[in-house]
């Protein structure tokens, strides 16, 4: 039977990883998701209007609404890349338990045709091996007689 392994990492180590997670990947994803969608949109309000009127204001919103499909299709990529770190995150995690399940199976299977190969030849060769036992006795009733015509 196979043998699990002894537990490599520590408790300790474990939340050292799970802080330097929080830091290196979440924190940055939610920085760059934010100045994805508040930079554009401060950018377009704030902006000084070349003639001073009021109706640039209007015409940023308006460009706001025209441009918002965009920041949702933005924010559903940014969604569906998280979703595969997270996915791809877990199938690593259990990758090697399910590699050696499937090594078990695979070593059981190969052990079933093994077996059964043996036995569907086992028939042929015992036939086969009648035969040749047959052929060597043959032999050497045809070398015996052989031997004994060279002494007359």
Known sequence: MVEKQPKRFSPISIRQHQKQVLAQIYLPIALALLLIVILPIAALIFTPSPLGVVSGQWAAIALIWLMGPFFVL??????????????????????????????????????????????????VLSVYGIIAAWQRAVGLLWQFVEAIRRFD
């Open 74 to 123: 933005i924010l559903f990529g940014i969604v569906i890349s998280v979703a595969l770190i997270v996915v791809f995150y877990r199938l690593m995690v259990n990758l090697p338990n399910w590699t050696q399940w499937l090594l078990t199976g695979v070593q059981r299977v190969r052990d079933i045709v093994k077996i059964w190969g043996d036995r569907s030849v086992q028939p």
